[in-house]
């Protein structure tokens, strides 16, 4: 079974700028989640998206954006791109989304960087 | 506020040495806990998970990791290491308010090199 794609693998834009990434979940999973790693806050959670609908949200501003298709694929849109928004974005699927004891199985990362 | 801290930043240790990788959390309600390995330039693979139960858990690769709730600690261990097992570690938890929803919270990482 293939694992959690992303794509693009790497990324460089511009401040202001936006971008669209992309994640395909193992076949079969329903719940998604996105995370951000930087060296300086590690990783934190972005949101996480289930049958279509968003049930969970970290604290980040709202340039930060994302959505689920009926076939689970995920993508996250960043508006207005800072230089903060530099990180190891890494999105990670699990099964049912049902339980908290399901593995999150995570995707290789789209590496942005803003210029 | 619920947090999870990995003691050691950077842990170098010489080829099939035993080595400790050191966690504690703090939550106010039960936690489920786990540990990612992160090699260079990949995601995060599962090492091992906590659930309930014994609890000494056995993962991949060797390691295994035991709970301890009156230290609130999560400690991964390895008898012997080899030079593949350099990466970064992260240990995590995911906090039970008694629903199905909830975000992996994530320790600032420990950076394994072994020496040969």
């Known amino acids: 079974k293939a694992g959690v794609t992303q794509t693009p693998r790497y990324l460089i834009k511009t401040r202001g700028q936006q971008v669209t990434l992309s994640c395909s979940p193992i076949?079969?999973?329903?719940?998604v989640s996105w995370y951000q790693q930087t060296p300086g806050q590690g990783l934190q959670f972005l949101f996480e998206?289930?049958?279509?609908?968003?049930?969970n949200k970290g604290n980040f501003p709202g340039r930060f954006s994302g959505r689920q298709f009926s076939n689970s694929r995920s993508e996250m849109n960043v508006s207005t791109l800072e230089l903060g928004d530099s990180a190891l974005y890494l999105c990670?699927?699990?099964?049912?989304?049902?339980?908290?004891?399901?593995?999150?199985?995570f995707g290789p990362g789209t590496r942005l960087l803003v210029l | 506020a619920q947090s999870v801290t990995q003691l050691d930043s950077q842990v170098p240790v010489f080829e099939e040495a035993p080595v400790e990788l050191r966690c504690n959390y703090s939550?106010?309600?039960?936690?489920?806990l786990f540990w990612y390995v992160q090699y260079p330039n990949q995601g995060l693979q599962l090492l091992l998970k906590?659930?309930?139960?014994?609890?000494l858990v056995k993962g991949i690769n060797g390691f295994e990791a035991e709970f301890n709730k009156s230290q609130t600690s999560f400690h991964l261990r390895k008898p012997s290491v080899h030079i593949s097992d350099t990466a970064e570690y992260f240990c995590?938890?995911?906090?039970?308010?008694?629903?199905?929803?909830?975000?992996?919270?994530f320790g600032k990482g420990t950076k394994l090199s072994v020496k040969p």
């Open positions: 990670a699927s699990s099964a049912a989304g049902r339980s908290l004891q399901e593995t999150q199985y």
């Open positions: 076949s079969g999973h329903r719940s």
């Open positions: 998206y289930f049958s279509e609908t968003q049930r």
């Open positions: 939550s106010s309600v039960s936690v489920y």
């Open positions: 906590y659930l309930s139960g014994s609890t």
């Open positions: 995590a938890v995911r906090l039970n308010y008694g629903g199905s929803q909830g975000n992996l919270i």
